[in-house]
Nanobody, 124 residues
Framework: QVQLVESGGGSVQAGGSLKLSCVSS????????MGWFRQAPGKEREPVAAICFAGSTRYADFMQGRFKIIREYPMNTLRLEMKSLEEEDTATYYCAAADRDIPTWTKMSAYKYWGQGTQVTVSS
């Protein structure tokens, strides 16, 4: 059984930094994508970043170089290092993992496993 557990969320002032972690258990194949999504109040969940086969990374356009996704092998721990945080980054951040090759990293339906989320609040 696969489990994903996020941590590292919290409250920070605009311009600050946070590091999120996602500890996985039960993932046996590191070839498939793991990613971060986020959902702000009243908005749809949106893709943030993913790391896929051979460590290739993908980022949403709004990242503008502020976030960095890291995957640690062989335990498949996923991290998201965030800097220069803005109020618009306030959201619940979710870790996700696919169990097969996926056509596009941005589609929620492509990921089979999800964590419960960790809250990030950025204030001015």
């Amino acid at each position: 059984q696969v489990q994903l557990v996020e941590s590292g969320g919290g409250s920070v002032q605009a311009g600050g930094s946070l590091k999120l972690s996602c500890v996985s258990s039960g993932l046996t194949d590191d070839r498939y994508c793991m990613g971060w999504f986020r959902q702000a109040p009243g908005k749809e969940r949106e893709p943030v970043a993913a790391i896929c086969f051979a460590g290739s990374t993908r980022y949403a356009d709004f990242m503008q170089g502020r976030f960095k996704i890291i995957r640690e092998y062989p335990m498949n721990t996923l991290r998201l290092e965030m800097k220069s945080l803005e109020e618009e980054d306030t959201a619940t951040y979710y870790c996700a993992a696919a169990d097969r090759d996926i056509p596009t990293w941005t589609k929620m339906s492509a990921y089979k496993y999800w964590g419960q989320g960790t809250q990030v609040t950025v204030s001015s």
